[in-house]
């Protein structure tokens, strides 16, 4: 079988302005980077053909090393929803260089339910990310400059600053450093770190803005540290707003791609789903929903983890109405929970697919606690026995859930029509069924204890005396009425990544409290899930090159 690069390079890719047109977009109206790619204004968001419009969320089971294809099946419904007569666009993240020349390498999709150019998307795409990093390190420099300065210095404490530095890879040996050495000239020294691009609070706050004016007033929002007096210091105490969002002028623009088939795709910012709310922006939603009649979007990771953040957060700051929500599941994961090692998923194994539908199980139940009877996806694999789907249909009806077999990888559009069909009958279905999991004027405890325990499943919650005093604090600041974005680890539904399946009777502990009132939420640790990635033995940098006439190869 083709890889997905080779595919992808195969295909006759559309100019972009024809793909512009299907929207109703012309060409002067493009901000083009080159043939294939180009940025929308936010001047199309409509919020009354918003009303009018239907979104379609993706989620997924609790991942497994062997990959569960969220992303090409949100990629293989948009299609198979346009080869149905619906005029439908997909809205997905930017990827991060982090994982691309990591462990899970590239997120365009795969087999025929691509986005493509495919190498530029996974790569340096429209240079987003770029200036997300930038506009992050700003602040950073900033702050090193005014503990310096003799004039105009704030009295900040250096042992109170939070913002550390970040860029856009897998770098364990920053995590924790100490700068400012070499003397008086070079700066104060202190202890401080890098986080990876995706989980910069620049990050979340582009993706939650509504304008260039209200990220502008966002920036200025985000909490940098305390003076020796105890006075809190914001971005907008060291006028570091303006520049900041001078940076992100163009980054805050949604960015118009194509699948394969040449369906409009919308990739738009990349936040991840276990250390921030992993969802594209709310601009990139609003744009889809105001030119197309359908948007297929995603939310990263698993229910419990990108769902939940989608609904409670974005969700609400964005007014956004979801009409449908599907749960991509593959046999070889749920037998993975079910105890398979992951050398044997391949094998048919009904005992080990039967102990996995535990897990299959409560994010089905996740989903009806926002008002949704998900529609769950089969993503097929040839190694898919006809016992074994058979078994997990009727395991799908005993729920009272609707399945449908996605085959998209393998055929595109024409492979996920049955889930499209579904997937229609679930919106007709649902006419105003979101509710949201919590009310922001809740306390935080009462907030995070209601995520831990009906997200999760767990039975109590934990905090350090460093979580319960942060939490003192933010409460001092007058910002006791925040969302909450749980950074936990993704490959368990606890915070324990190996504990499998449908663990309960857990402990969620909450080791620290960090504040990112820019994007309007505290990020409460759980276990031992870092900001920070670091490569594994076996990186896919390794396998990508590039020859002489400048065609990439080893993306996945």
């Known amino acids: 079988m083709k890889q997905d690069i080779e595919i992808a390079q195969e295909a006759k890719i559309k100019p972009i302005e024809e793909i512009a047109a299907l929207l109703g977009i012309g060409r002067d109206d493009l901000e083009f980077y080159g043939k294939y790619k180009a940025k929308i204004p936010i001047s199309f968001i409509d919020e009354e053909r918003i009303k009018k419009s239907k979104l379609i969320l993706v989620t997924a089971i609790t991942p497994t090393p062997a990959g569960e294809g969220k992303t090409t099946t949100s990629i293989a419904l948009a299609q198979a929803l346009n080869l149905a007569g619906k005029k439908t666009t997909v809205v997905l993240r930017e990827p991060s260089l982090g994982p691309v020349f990591g462990i899970k390498g590239g997120a365009a999709g795969g087999g025929y339910s691509q986005v493509i150019p495919m190498e530029d998307i996974n790569l340096h795409f429209t240079g987003d990310l770029s200036a997300v990093e930038k506009a992050h390190n700003l602040l950073a420099a900033l702050i090193d400059n005014n503990i310096q300065l003799k004039e105009g210095n704030l009295g900040i404490d250096p042992r109170t600053i939070e913002w550390k530095r970040v860029m856009d890879m897998n770098e364990r040996s920053l995590r924790d450093i100490i700068i400012g050495l070499g003397g008086p000239k070079e700066g104060v020294p202190r202890q401080s770190g890098f986080n990876i691009t995706a989980a910069s609070e620049v990050m979340a706050t582009l993706c939650v803005a509504k304008n260039i004016l209200d990220l502008k007033e966002r920036l200025g929002n985000i909490f940098v540290g305390y003076t020796y007096d105890e006075k809190p210091v914001f971005a907008r105490d060291l006028k570091a707003q ?51 009649d359908f948007v297929v979007t995603e939310a990263g990771f698993a229910s419990e983890l990108g769902a939940e953040k989608f609904f409670n957060i974005k969700s609400q700051f964005g007014a956004l109405n979801t009409n449908a929500v599907v749960i991509v599941a593959t046999i070889r994961a749920l037998k993975y929970h079910g105890g398979a090692k992951l050398s044997s998923i391949k094998t048919e ?21 926002y008002g949704f009877n998900p529609v769950i996806a089969i993503n097929r694999f040839d190694s898919d026995t006809k016992a074994e789907i058979e078994l997990l249909y009727e395991h799908c009806e005993a729920q009272g859930v609707t399945v449908a077999l996605n085959e998209g990888w393998a055929k595109g559009g024409m492979g996920a029509m049955d889930l499209a069909q579904k997937v229609l009958d679930a919106i007709d279905r649902c006419t105003d069924c979101f509710k949201p999991l919590y009310d922001l004027s809740w ?35 007058g910002l006791g009425n925040l969302a909450v974005c749980i950074a936990k680890t993704q490959k368990s539904l606890s915070d324990d990544q190996y504990k499998k399946g449908r663990p309960i009777g857990f402990t969620v ?10 994007a309007g ?10 900001r920070m990635p670091g490569l594994p033995s076996k990186p896919s ?16």
């Open 242 to 292: 303006g520049a900041m969002a001078a940076l992100l002028r163009d980054a805050i623009k949604p960015n118009l791609v194509q699948t394969l088939e040449g369906t409009p795709a919308i990739i738009h910012g990349g936040p991840f789903a276990n250390i921030a709310q992993g969802t594209n922006s709310i601009i990139a939603t609003k744009t889809g929903l105001s030119l197309s």
């Open 349 to 369: 194994d009904k005992d080990a697919l039967r102990k996995g539908f535990g897990n299959l199980d409560k994010h089905i139940e996740n989903m009806r606690y």
């Open 443 to 477: 306390s935080y405890e009462k907030k995070i204890f209601t995520i831990c325990t009906m997200m999760y499943g767990a039975a109590h919650v934990e905090y350090s005396l460093q979580a319960k005093l942060q939490l003192e604090k933010i409460e001092k600041l």
């Open 509 to 518: 502990k909450i080791r620290e409290i960090e504040l990112s009132s820019g």
């Open 521 to 530: 939420f505290i990020v409460p640790i759980a276990g031992t899930i870092m």
């Open 541 to 556: 940098a390794e396998n990508i090159d590039i020859d002489s006439n400048g065609l990439i190869t080893g993306l996945f």
